[in-house]
Nanobody, 126 residues
Framework: QVQLVESGGGLVQAGGSLRLSCAAS????????MGWFRQAPGKEREFVAA????????KYADSVKGRFTISRDNAKNMVYLQMNSLKPEDTAVYAC???????????????????WGQGTQVTVSS
């Protein structure tokens, strides 16, 4: 059974940092694009960042560009999201996702991703 499990969320003050991790099990995603999305209460799911299968060509939402960094370790089947200079508006449940197509590029469209984690809560206080 394929699983994506996020960790690393929590409560942090504005200006602080968190590093989210996404552990994949059940199959390897070393040849697949991976992405991070977030959803705040009462809002639509929002694209955050994505990385193609090789770890190159990162893509970011304008709202996080320059503050967040997506990376991956294919040997460990892990994806990370380093979040710096956090703002209260970053508060949301963050979920990682995997594109089922091999050698895929990072995408900002949720429909391009087939596998999803349950998410981890990130709360940024002002």
């Amino acid at each position: 059974q394929v699983q994506l499990v996020e960790s690393g969320g929590g409560l942090v003050q504005a200006g602080g940092s968190l590093r989210l991790s996404c552990a994949a099990s059940g199959r390897t995603f070393s040849s697949n694009a991976m992405g991070w999305f977030r959803q705040a209460p009462g809002k639509e799911r929002e694209f955050v960042a994505a990385l193609d299968w090789s770890g190159g060509r990162p893509k970011y939402a304008d709202s996080v560009k320059g503050r967040f960094t997506i990376s991956r370790d294919n040997a460990k089947n892990m994806v990370y999201l380093q979040m710096n200079s956090l703002k209260p508006e970053d508060t949301a449940v963050y979920a990682c996702a995997a594109n089922p197509k091999p050698f895929s590029s990072g995408s900002s469209y949720p429909n391009d991703y087939h596998y999803w984690g349950q998410g981890t809560q990130v709360t940024v206080s002002s």
